[in-house]
């Protein structure tokens, strides 16, 4: 069975703070990861994709990877009211690049 | 950049009747398509891949006689919802590979709602 498990939250930070969103998958064989974030009502939207070990910053969000551990995280720097929504962790798990997706983290920036 | 539409955005329906969901990838051809449902507060579950020219194939679980998948030319999918309940009442989204490297494009969504 392919899983993709994220913490639960519900995530609250207060602006500028770092949030910070954990997920781990069960297919060791996985190559590429993504982070969506979703509003509610409206289709996800890709944040950041990552496909090797290590760390990959895009302005003030950062995804690390581990696939030793089979553990993928996103960071949010300097969090801001407007970064409120769900964060979806997803893996590329056949081989028509379809999606396994975690059950998402609903992340509240507080002003 | 590829774009991939989805129609329509809302759509009520009385119970028992069907309803036909498009999907269609606007300057890129798309062999493969996938269509995800997500009830309120639920992330996306994958049903179905849709496959140009063949048949699609349906996850565990997913009635293939009541989510009819028609994959009919290299730029639309069609889900078509039969026999439509309250309970497929959802959120409805496609998505399809991009042309190049691991891009992934998703539609807009479609809100289903069976009355």
Redesign the interface.
Known sequence: QKEVEQNSGPLSVPEGAIASLNCTYSDRGSQ?F?WYRQYS??????IM?I?SNGDKEDGRFTAQLNKASQYVSLLIRDSQPSDSATY?CAV?T?S?????????TQLTVLP | GAVVSQHPSRVICKSGTSVKIECRSLDFQATTMFWYRQFPKQSLMLMATSNEGSKATYEQGVEKDKFLINHASLTLSTLTVTSAHPEDSSFYICSAPGTFGNTIYFGEGSWLTVV
């Open positions: 590429s993504f009502g409206k289709s996800p939207e890709l994709s496909y979806l590329v056949g028509a690049r379809q999606l396994t997706f975690g059950s998402g």
